[in-house]
């Protein structure tokens, strides 16, 4: 039970780079961009949260670990003294990352959806000079109670 549930929060470190498969139409020569942006993205962000977490664990003992909420602002506090409200920062930037990802792409699906049928013909409308799917985006962000 306990190691399912750490592989499974293990995976939303790592989900984001499936958001590239979702709007290959949108990239210029995806057929060499796609692959060159897998590519760099998966080996970088396992670099970074390697090394995020063996500065946790070098830094911090297990006991601190375990009763930390919040492992990467404990560590700060501890490592940064003075500067450690970039830890706290530097989540907030990753999670508005995240959420800017997933909204990008989950309003590209609702596009699709209806560019075949499915879904109403409103949601395939896209703006005339920006390209993107507004329509699509107003109803992703209103589903997702922003």
């Given amino acids: 039970g306990r190691l399912a ?18 709007v290959t139409e949108e990239l210029v020569d995806p057929y060499r961009n796609l692959p060159r942006a897998i590519f760099i993205s998966i080996p970088l ?16 003992s297990p ?14 506090e501890k490592v940064l003294g003075a500067v450690a409200w970039v830890m706290p920062l ?7 990352g995240g959420v800017n990802g997933s909204l990008f ?7 699709a959806g209806a560019r075949e049928g499915h879904l109403p013909a409103l949601l395939a409308m896209i703006h005339v000079e920006r390209r993107t799917p507004i329509p699509a985006l107003l109803v ?7």
């Fill in 45 to 60: 962000v396992t670099f970074v949260y390697v090394f995020a977490n063996v500065a946790y664990v070098t830094a911090m």
């Fill in 5 to 22: 549930l750490a592989f499974l929060q293990g995976s939303f470190a790592y989900g984001g780079w499936n958001f590239l498969n979702y």
């Fill in 90 to 96: 530097a989540v907030a930037l990753s999670t508005f």
């Fill in 105 to 111: 792409t989950c309003s590209r699906l609702f596009y």
């Fill in 63 to 76: 006991r601190e670990l375990l009763d930390s909420g919040a492992v990467a602002v404990t560590c700060g």
């Fill in 140 to 146: 992703t962000v209103s589903g997702r109670g922003l």
